[in-house]
């Protein structure tokens, strides 16, 4: 009788140990795929949060955006593309806006229009900042309808 308890709860065990031991390799694998989204081909690695300095524009030709961080931390990335034909728009450090060389669209640093044509506000890039840094989805634009706090990321 001793040795049938004995085994059943052996059994018990390893079944136990076997589901535990599945359980965690099912959690590390989707725990795993997560962090791997933030190295993908699509991510810009920018800087350091600390190294923005807050009220100035930061532009990145190759990633085709620019950085702005406001006075409380958040931080937004904004498309180089107007938003009506799809310019590449300049940052004028006289007037404090970008403006666009094609049609003379004209945005403020959080993107809103200030002169049309353009209709839109500049999309913003999904932004993550990870152990301080800041990375930036250079492939996901988000179109939005007017700038809100809530399109500011924080460290
Ligand atoms: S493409 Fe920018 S104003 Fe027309």
Redo the contacts with the bound molecule.
């Keep these: 009788m001793k040795v049938i308890r004995r085994r059943s709860f052996l059994k018990r065990l390893i079944l136990f140990l076997f589901g535990a031991q599945s359980a965690y390799l099912l959690f590390d694998f989707f725990k795993g795929n997560k962090e791997k989204d933030l190295d993908t081909e699509d991510i810009f690695e920018a800087r350091h949060l600390k190294d923005f300095e807050p009220g100035r524009i930061y532009p990145f030709s190759s990633g085709k955006f620019y950085l702005y961080k406001f006075d409380d931390g958040g931080v937004i990335a904004v498309s180089y593309r107007?938003t009506?034909?799809?310019?590449t728009?300049r940052f004028d450090e006289g007037s404090g806006s970008f403006v666009?060389p094609?049609?003379?669209?004209a945005f403020n640093i959080k993107g809103e229009v200030l002169s049309p044509?353009?209709t839109r506000p500049l999309d913003t890039l999904p932004v993550q900042i990870k152990n301080g840094i800041v990375k930036v989805d250079v492939n996901h634009p988000q179109k939005r309808r007017r700038f809100e706090r809530s399109q500011l990321v924080y460290g």
Excluded: N, T, Y
């Design positions: 107007c009506h034909l799809g310019c728009i666009c094609c049609h003379a669209s044509p353009a």
